[in-house]
């Protein structure tokens, strides 16, 4: 047997294929991969360290930080955790906007997986295609918070901003122009033979693993394991609201490829579709605030927060020590957990199947090191 | 047979995708072309609630610092000084408001925009509404001090706003 | 054309008329080459915007025709950075064969039954071997950057191009099969001006042989669905990570060269080349000995640039290969219909010495009928979002 000597490279943090700062350390003779190891923290901002100095209501807009492509999300969660350790209950209207804009912005979010996976597979123009719907949903934002990517707009206790007057007309406008362009979009490169042959068998993660290696959201459904926050342990107005939960047969190949994975976001977006369609008819009027004191000292207590980011399961454990400012925060992300099944999954691959798989696990940087 | 399955299939797939991009071809770009070729001026396109830059209107400033404790990163700086006045009646103010009476200026009010995170947590608690978000956002400068906003320029102490006197 | 030269300036010694001649033509094929490849980087990057619903490049000159020219410029500017530790001979070397690979098959492609830089009898081989010259100048560069990127995509190119020889050579094989010449020009006399007299309809293997020959030569000119060497998100940019100014500009250059060379082959040998109909020939003929030229050059033009857009389009359409694939498609598909196609040939050379006219409109019909369901399908993709898409960006 004719083994050749193993070079070791380090890929990232500045590569193109490593979205933000990744840093992988790769072993291979070649193509073939023999050892990655996943380095982390060229992103770490000490999130959790900011949130012990600055205050609950202060620390809202650094929630947006955390994983700025899905950012609604990550307000919701931290939102929810202050109200559910303060004993404050949003108002209902405010609540099916926080639904509207999370939906929203997971579209938007998954639109950005799918278009990067696209160009990390070789494929520029599903990720321009992907980019330019993805705009339009940041339009929307803009009318709805004033922002385009770090929105602040679900706070403590309701939200920032009611909805203007022809928000629901644009949202529906928006949502009749974009699911067509979701077909369009799986015609264009999802259903492409080269496409289906890159992912289908690639990286497939068992549903054993996936369950022991902690991975969440879309990750876990695409290893065939139907969890989802929204459906099991419901919260805000999911409950009233009707919408399947997609999960990986395995149509291409193996259940838990890469393929699953990314066809899981295609559908969740269409998924998201109906909840915006329903969200808008359900909506009641009135308050979008609830009546919050300019500082909020919650008692002494702990409480975990869990909400469906584009990313899985993201969770805030906040630990309050009766003054205005957190004790302990944590924040769990889906990221984070993804990043540690590459060092499984990863030997034995091509490179370009590594960089398909950590597209595949929509990792993104900040939201690993937070 | 997968391999003339796979034949096929790849040449519908490829066929189908090329389709979709030729027909891309006779589609009007959407491309908004920032900044020169734009049909009405970038700023105007921005809806009511966008988040420029800060502004304070110092006229209905009533220098409750509120702001500046709101703020998650501490960019705004505003400093307060209690002076007596001087016995001369100021010519701005009515006569009626001089005396001994400690009166407070606001001597200083600087907001660095370049550590502004346009979170909108300052526009909240201002009870005028002096403090808001404009729509500007072009201010690329070589020199970060020009992205220290002053708004009460050195020297030249504004008085807050009151209820009572306007 | 030589002995006429030799002629008009007979104090001269021939080899120096030769010598001159080659001068000439040699200038002129790559002022053509750079006024080829300059616009055609322009064009593609606006196909690729319209493609991707950009503009592309609109700020240089009108619609930014020359905006090849500001880059060109730009790139004469930077600094031509040699890494420290790069093997720096073959460092400097490593563009050119990539540049002469392409440049020297232009010598033997004929624009017209006159213009034509030479006729050589063994032209077809001329040109496999020269463009054989470029994958000796991407394992090059990828060794002498002293860069494992670098390193991976040259190993790529060399283990790519040498595989996709093979195809290319065997489909090439089907035309010298029916021409019975490895002369060009010779290739395209014995195809006729109207469709059904050119090779790639004369039977359903050489229809075979030409798609292989599209494929493989879209590999050997490293454009996607075939980038691999330069995969950008795999390997950062491939062969040339570490090149910079000029030097990366001659391989860029050497890419689209590449294209005008597979269009231009394609025409040439299996949709006949500069052949125009008798009646237009006869038509130009009545007006000069110059007119005729112009068609034919015309005609040639138009037959490659058909394929040269259709590559362009292929390249902002298609996903990348992996490797492992890369190479099942050259031995498990191309290669064997490569060789079925060769063999189909000839059998059918032999079973219809004078072809059979009826499958040579069945192909005609068919490969337009493909085109008009292209047309009507890109149409029905047109209207399945267009009635939405003018949804209004701005709120």
Known sequence: MIRTEEMTISMGPQHPATHGVLRFIVKTDGEVLHEVKPDVGYLHRSMEKIAEKVGYISFQPYTDRIDYVCAMTCNHAYAMAVEKAAGISAPERAEYLRVIASELNRISSHLIMAGVMAMDIGAFTPFIHAIRERETVND???????????????????????????FKEKCVEFLNHFEPIIDEFNRLISFNKIYVERLANVGVVSREDAIAYNLVGPNLRGSGVRFDVRKD??????????FNVPVGIGEAGKVGDCYDRYMIRIREMKESCKIVRQALEQMPEGEIMAKVPRKIKPPVTEVYSRCESARGDMGFYLVSDGTDKPYRLKIRTGSFSAMSIVEKIAPGLMIADLVAFISSLDVVAPEVDR | MDYFKNIFESAATVFEGLTIT?????????????????????IEMLPSRYRGFLEVDMKICTGCTLCMQACPIQCINIEI??????PQPSPSRGEGDGGGVPMRLITKFNIDIALCMFCGLC??????????FSKRFENATEDINKLMFKFVEEGKPVAPYKKSSG | MIQQLSLLFPMLPMWLVQAIWCGVVAVLLLTFFSLFAGPVSWLERRIAGRIMSRIGPNRVGPQGI?????????????????????????????PYPVFLGVTLTLVTLPFSSLLIGADLNVGLLYIVGAWGLVVIGLIAAGWSSNNKWTLLGGMRSAAQMISYEIPLVLSLLVVVLMSGSLSLQTIISSQGASPVEWFIFSNPFAFIAFVIFMISAVAEGNRTPFDLPEAESELVAGYNTEYSGMRFLFFFFAEWGNLYVIGALAASLFLGGWQIPAGWRNFASAQGPILPHVFEVLM????????????????WTLPRLRVDQLMKVSWKYLTPFAFVSIVGTGLWMVVFPEGWLFMKYLLLFSMLAVIGYFVWRAIWQLRFTKSKADFKLIV
């Open chain 3, 66 to 94: 020359i905006q090849w020219l500001a880059d060109g410029v730009k790139n004469f500017l930077k600094e031509d950075l040699i890494p420290r530790d790069a093997d720096k001979i073959l460092f400097r070397f490593a």
């Open chain 2, 22 to 42: 030729a027909s891309h071809m006779f589609r009007k770009p959407i491309t908004i072309q920032y900044p020169d070729r734009t049909l009405s001026p970038v």
């Open chain 1, 140 to 166: 929307l934002f803009e009318m709805l918070c004033g922002a385009r990517l770090t929105y602040n707009y679900v706070r403590i206790g309701g939200v920032s901003f009611d909805a203007p007057a022809n």
């Open chain 2, 81 to 86: 000084a209690k002076k007596t006045p001087s």
């Open chain 3, 300 to 315: 040639f033009q138009l037959k490659t640039w058909i394929w040269v857009l259709l590559i362009i389009q292929l390249r």
């Open chain 2, 123 to 132: 526009t909240e608690p201002c009870p005028t509404g002096a403090i808001r």
């Open chain 1, 233 to 242: 342990i419901p919260y805000s107005i999911y409950p009233k609201i009707d």
